[in-house]
């Protein structure tokens, strides 16, 4: 079977047709076309919002326990189709198989915390200052949460989005990576069917709309549109944010990463070499959490280098839906250009270990391991490929000041035995990041803390923890039940 013929099957079992349009999509395990499918008109992406709107009116009002069962129903679909599912994203982005099952393992992950927030959702009382006075918080529903993905995870973030916005009580419209539709119509497929087992959800509740930037841009722009959840570059962020502050809506940025890690003498360099490895050359170096550049202390820093040297050249590159493969392909030539444009650079500043094409069809590199004296250049910008930089430091507080010293703040690790050290990278004077990791890589999150990075990666914070809050509304209640009328701050107003 071709990789279109068994995408096709794949949707098939999980309810869902390519269909006919101007969206190519392609595989980048071997280049080849998938099938095309229908993008949708700024006018429908309209369309969309509106019904969505309409079916927030009425799904605001179903108690929050009774929205939570929608979402465990979607658990379900997700569960008994995690291995096609997982597999339709090893065939559309690339990723290693075991990559694609994680993907969705994160979705069930989430869906499962979403059931149990369900019944969480709580606000806080407050002592008033007057008599037979209270005061409390509560939380609503915000209206249509607007979704916008990276190719990267083309399923997992709408899932992250997605579970905690329904049990908050909003609806649903989102608009995929223009490099990933096909997850996006099985995922739509799943919930659809999640939802008529359900039957009560009202029509509209979660809209998909297929297109690229035009799309988005609709979503970005109609004040319909109560929060923008948006995942991608610091360069969509940068056109995003400011339109949606615009219209004085809100957003919750998910942008782009330049993550590093800290080799400290005392660490257990087993631990990190593995660590290393895989926060830095997983998923092909596309991750927002990939690690990209490294800090290794003077006095471990040639025997540590020489074995991650020894990894780069050993790691097994090819087919990723084959077993044993740990890197898979690029997402297209643009990625190639990219990674060879940062390297071109690098070479004048540094040492070049890897990099090169591997000779197959779709795009396939060696990873490239760059030593570098100094942190200059393409170290500063994120590239969305396996490049990691490798410099030495001496002094933990300078490693620390290097860790923080570029524009984007999302993850961060120090590999150390030392609890001082440790203690000193996750004090409010180390890392600057959102995730900062001990003797754990910077990549492979855990759903049940707050993910997300400051900075230029857009402050949002999605996923576990008190994330849900950025998905409702706080409305402060202050409750007279006596028969005077105290005002506040002693105010004497006598008529
Ligand atoms: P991208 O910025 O090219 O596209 C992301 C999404 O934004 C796509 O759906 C795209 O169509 C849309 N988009 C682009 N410009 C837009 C605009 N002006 N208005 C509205 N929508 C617009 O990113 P990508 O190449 O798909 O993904 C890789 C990037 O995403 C990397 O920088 C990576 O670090 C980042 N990322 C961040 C996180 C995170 O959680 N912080 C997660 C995954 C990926």
Same mark, same amino acid.
Not at 215 to 225: E, F, Q, S
Not at 273 to 299: I, K, P, S
Not at 316 to 326: F, M, V
Not at 347 to 354: D, E, S
């Given at each position: 079977?071709?990789?279109?013929?068994?995408?096709?099957?794949?949707?098939?079992?999980?309810?869902?047709?390519? &269909?006919? !349009?101007?969206?190519?999509?392609?595989?980048?395990?071997?280049?080849?076309?998938?099938?095309?499918? @229908?993008?949708?008109?700024?006018?429908?992406?309209?369309?969309?919002?509106?019904?969505?709107?309409?079916?927030?009116?009425?799904?605001?009002?179903?108690? %929050?326990?009774?929205?939570?069962?929608?979402?465990?129903?979607?658990?379900?679909? $997700?569960?008994?189709?995690?291995?096609?599912?997982?597999?339709?994203?090893?065939?559309? =982005?690339?990723?290693?198989?075991?990559?694609?099952?994680?993907?969705?393992?994160?979705?069930?992950?989430?869906?499962?915390? %979403? #059931?149990?927030?369900?019944?969480?959702?709580?606000?806080?009382?407050?002592?008033?200052?007057?008599?037979?006075?209270?005061?409390?918080?509560?939380?609503?529903?915000?209206?249509?949460?607007?979704?916008?993905?990276?190719?990267?995870?083309? =399923?997992?973030?709408?899932?992250?989005?997605? @579970?905690?916005?329904?049990?908050?009580?909003?609806?649903?419209?989102?608009?995929?990576?223009?490099?990933?539709?096909?997850?996006?119509?099985?995922?739509?497929?799943?919930?659809?069917?999640?939802?008529?087992?359900?039957?009560?959800?009202?029509?509209?509740?979660?809209?998909?709309?297929?297109?690229?930037?035009?799309? &988005?841009?609709?979503?970005?722009?109609?004040?319909?549109?109560?929060?923008?959840?948006?995942?991608?570059?610091?360069?969509?962020?940068?056109?995003?944010?400011?339109?949606?502050?615009?219209?004085?809506?809100?957003?919750?940025?998910?942008?782009?990463?330049?993550?590093?890690?800290?080799?400290?003498?005392?660490?257990?360099?087993?631990?990190?070499?593995?660590?290393?490895?895989?926060?830095?050359?997983?998923?092909?170096?596309?991750?927002?959490?990939?690690?990209?550049?490294?800090?290794?202390?003077?006095? #471990?820093?040639?025997?540590?280098?020489?074995?991650?040297?020894? %990894?780069?050249?050993?790691?097994?590159?090819?087919?990723?839906?084959?077993?044993?493969?740990?890197? &898979?392909?690029?997402?297209?030539?643009?990625?190639?250009?990219?990674?060879?444009?940062?390297?071109?650079?690098?070479?004048?500043?540094?040492?070049?270990?890897?990099?090169?094409?591997?000779?197959?069809? !779709?795009?396939?590199?060696?990873?490239?391991?760059?030593?570098?004296?100094?942190? #200059?250049?393409?170290?500063?910008?994120?590239?969305? %490929?396996?490049? $990691?930089?490798?410099?030495?430091?001496?002094?933990?507080?300078?490693?620390?000041?290097?860790?923080?010293? #570029?524009?984007? !703040?999302?993850?961060?690790?120090?590999?150390?035995?030392?609890?001082?050290?440790?203690?000193?990278?996750?004090?409010?004077?180390?890392?600057?990041?959102?995730?900062?990791?001990?003797?754990?890589?910077?990549?492979?999150?855990?759903?049940?803390? @707050?993910?997300?990075?400051?900075?230029?990666?857009?402050?949002?914070?999605?996923?576990?923890?008190?994330?849900?809050?950025?998905?409702?509304?706080?409305?402060?209640?202050?409750?007279?039940?006596?028969?005077?009328?105290?005002?506040?701050?002693?105010?004497?107003?006598?008529?």
């Amino acid at each position: 079977m071709t990789l279109g013929e068994q995408a096709a099957t794949l949707l098939g079992r999980m309810g869902a047709r390519m &269909g006919h !349009g101007d969206l190519a999509c392609t595989s980048p395990i071997d280049g080849s076309t998938l099938g095309t499918v @229908a993008q949708a008109s700024p006018a429908e992406v309209n369309d969309a919002i509106a019904a969505a709107h309409r079916a927030f009116l009425a799904w605001r009002s179903v108690p %929050a326990p009774h929205r939570g069962e929608l979402v465990r129903l979607l658990c379900e679909e $997700l569960r008994a189709h995690k291995d096609d599912l997982g597999r339709l994203v090893s065939i559309e =982005v690339g990723k290693v198989l075991s990559e694609g099952l994680g993907e969705v393992q994160e979705m069930i992950d989430i869906c499962d915390f %979403a #059931v149990g927030l369900s019944r969480q959702l709580h606000g806080l009382t407050i002592v008033s200052e007057r008599s037979e006075h209270r005061m409390m918080e509560q939380w609503h529903p915000l209206g249509v949460v607007g979704i916008i993905t990276a190719f990267n995870f083309p =399923v997992a973030v709408w899932a992250w989005n997605a @579970a905690l916005a329904l049990v908050c009580g909003n609806a649903l419209v989102w608009k995929p990576s223009e490099k990933a539709p096909l997850c996006a119509l099985a995922v739509q497929a799943l919930f659809e069917r999640a939802a008529a087992r359900f039957g009560e959800a009202p029509d509209g509740l979660s809209k998909l709309v297929v297109g690229a930037r035009e799309a &988005g841009k609709a979503l970005v722009d109609n004040p319909r549109v109560a929060l923008v959840s948006a995942t991608g570059s610091v360069a969509m962020g940068r056109a995003v944010g400011p339109r949606v502050a615009a219209r004085f809506g809100r957003s919750l940025l998910e942008l782009g990463g330049n993550n590093a890690a800290i080799v400290a003498p005392s660490a257990d360099l087993d631990l990190a070499l593995r660590g290393v490895a895989f926060a830095a050359m997983g998923t092909a170096g596309q991750r927002c959490t990939t690690l990209r550049r490294l800090f290794v202390h003077d006095w #471990v820093y040639d025997p540590f280098v020489a074995r991650l040297k020894a %990894a780069y050249t050993s790691v097994t590159i090819g087919d990723p839906l084959e077993p044993g493969t740990l890197l &898979g392909p690029l997402i297209d030539e643009g990625a190639f250009a990219a990674m060879q444009r940062a390297l071109d650079e690098a070479r004048n500043l540094g040492i070049v270990h890897g990099g090169k094409r591997v000779a197959r069809a !779709g795009v396939y590199v060696r990873p490239a391991l760059v030593e570098m004296s100094e942190q #200059v250049g393409p170290v500063l910008d994120e590239t969305f %490929a396996p490049v $990691l930089y490798v410099m030495r430091y001496t002094d933990l507080g300078s490693a620390i000041a290097l860790n923080n010293a #570029v524009a984007q !703040g999302l993850s961060s690790a120090i590999f150390t035995t030392d609890l001082r050290e440790a203690e000193q990278f996750v004090a409010a004077t180390g890392s600057d990041c959102g995730i900062a990791n001990v003797n754990i890589g910077t990549s492979g999150a855990e759903i049940g803390g @707050a993910f997300g990075g400051e900075k230029e990666t857009g402050g949002g914070r999605e996923s576990g923890s008190d994330s849900w809050r950025a998905y409702m509304r706080r409305a402060t209640n202050t409750i007279n039940y006596g028969r005077s009328l105290p005002l506040a701050q002693g105010v004497s107003f006598e008529l």
